[in-house]
């Protein structure tokens, strides 16, 4: 049985999440509509930071002969909120 995207999205963004909940005073809140500039968003109580999160499994292609990760692009409201990118 094959994976969907949207089976390797969700997973991509839960492991996101574990990892961060492993870093002491971190919380991690998530988009559930899915519809948002970003997947998650990342708060460290002691220091008081507020990161926003665009999730996305990496994703390789052949290119000149050699496999190179696609690298994904902001849309608008992302880039205005300084949504960073993290690739799982």
């Known amino acids: 049985m094959e994976t969907s995207k949207q089976q390797k999205g969700i997973r991509a963004e839960l492991l996101a999440a574990i990892d961060f ?50 690298n994904r692009t902001k849309n608008k409201s992302a880039k205005n909120l300084n949504v960073k990118i993290l690739y799982v």
């Open 21 to 70: 909940l492993g870093k002491p005073n971190t919380h991690v809140y998530y988009d559930l509509g899915g519809k948002g500039p970003a997947d998650i968003i990342v708060v460290n109580s002691a220091t008081g930071t507020v990161d926003l999160y665009d999730v996305k499994t990496k994703s390789y292609r052949m290119m000149k002969g050699k496999m190179r990760m696609i």
